[in-house]
């Protein structure tokens, strides 16, 4: 049997990058993941034992690596991979799921990829500092969103700075020129009723493409990023405001609520107004002094 901490992050999405999960696990001998494929980013860091990684390669070869303590391994979306402990000296390891605009192009940078899943560390002492910030996210759970994210890029920064294979950061390729450009209009117009097809005309893209940079990209379509990022909107206005819901809806580009309150439940799970009454900064605010309290 195993020793587990498992974390879900909250559904407030980030842009460049943003956390999924996160977690912990002594595992038992034998232990296994997989066969199975991810939908972000999944990068673990092995504390301590042994265990084998069984990855598929972009050619769909498979490759048998055997891992020890202070290595770690990759998962990239899509990949199929499987994953298991020794028998005899079976791994303890913390892992981080991740993703977001500029995550494909951290990890390309700290030399890890579809066809390098293997972390290896350059100097002992950063792999320790790597490690120290996997576990302040594990440990520290219920600290704020904003916290975790800070800790996250953190991790990104030591994850390319310890990393064997890290390369030097290069200027950034011409689709990515893209998808800023594409995020800047979101941003600056999505409180408006703006469509697919208004985001490559400002791009001077054709519609495909941009849906092919951005699936490569951010592993969503443009439409899934736009209703997300209203969806964001939305809700730090129902989180910081006394605002109707109605009017919140016009404010991220829904003129019909109904429209709005169905967008809102397919990334929230619940309704604008529950969302609200469970999440008022007020309410959070008071939530969070009484359990300060019951520590003092």
């Given at each position: 049997m195993s020793d587990l901490i498992f974390n879900i992050f909250p559904n407030e999405r980030y842009i460049d990058m943003t956390l999924y999960q996160y977690g912990w696990e002594r595992c038992a001998p034998l232990h296994s993941y997989g066969p199975a494929a991810r939908n972000h980013y999944l990068f673990h860091f092995i504390l301590s034992g042994k265990g084998t990684l069984?990855?598929?390669?972009?050619?769909?070869?498979?490759?048998?690596?055997?891992?020890?303590?202070?290595?770690?391994?990759?998962?990239?979306?899509?990949?199929?991979?499987?994953?298991?402990?020794?028998?005899?000296?079976?791994?303890?390891?913390?892992?981080?799921?991740?993703?977001?605009?500029?995550?494909?192009?951290?990890i390309e940078t700290a030399g890890l990829g579809f066809d390098e899943p293997i972390y290896r560390y350059n100097r002992k002492e950063l792999a320790a500092r790597l490690r120290d910030e996997i576990m302040s996210?594990?440990?520290?759970?219920?600290?704020?969103?904003?916290?975790?994210?800070?800790?996250?890029?953190?991790?990104?920064?030591?994850?390319?700075?310890?990393?064997?294979?890290?390369?030097?950061?290069?200027?950034?390729?011409?689709?990515?020129?893209?998808?800023?450009?594409?995020?800047?209009?979101?941003?600056?117009?999505?409180?408006?009723?703006?469509?697919?097809?208004?985001?490559?005309?400002?791009?001077?893209?054709?519609?495909?493409?941009?849906?092919?940079?951005?699936?490569?990209?951010?592993?969503?379509?443009?439409?899934?990023?736009?209703?997300?990022?209203?969806?964001?909107?939305?809700?730090?206005?129902?989180?910081?405001?006394?605002?109707?819901?109605?009017?919140?809806?016009?404010?991220?580009g829904y003129p019909n609520q109904l429209h709005f309150s169905r967008a809102f439940r397919n990334v929230f799970g619940i309704s604008p107004s529950s969302w609200r009454k469970e999440n008022k900064f007020s309410k959070v605010l008071n939530r969070e002094q009484k359990n300060s309290d019951k520590k003092e």
């Open positions: 069984l990855s598929t390669d972009s050619q769909g070869v498979t490759h048998a690596y055997q891992l020890r303590r202070n290595q770690g391994f990759l998962i990239c979306p899509g990949q199929i991979n499987t994953y298991h402990a020794d028998e005899t000296d079976p791994w303890e390891y913390a892992w981080i799921e991740f993703d977001g605009i500029r995550a494909k192009e951290f996210l594990v440990q520290n759970q219920k600290n704020t969103s904003l916290y975790q994210i800070g800790h996250l890029y953190l991790f990104v920064d030591l994850l390319i700075q310890s990393s064997a294979n890290h390369k030097e950061i290069t200027v950034g390729k011409l689709k990515d020129f893209y998808i800023r450009e594409a995020v800047s209009f979101i941003e600056q117009n999505y409180s408006h009723t703006i469509t697919v097809e208004d985001i490559a005309a400002f791009c001077n893209l054709n519609r495909s493409y941009l849906g092919k940079i951005f699936r490569d990209s951010l592993n969503q379509t443009p439409q899934q990023f736009l209703i997300y990022y209203r969806m964001n909107r939305a809700a730090e206005l129902l989180k910081f405001s006394e605002m109707p819901i109605n009017e919140i809806s016009r404010m991220v």
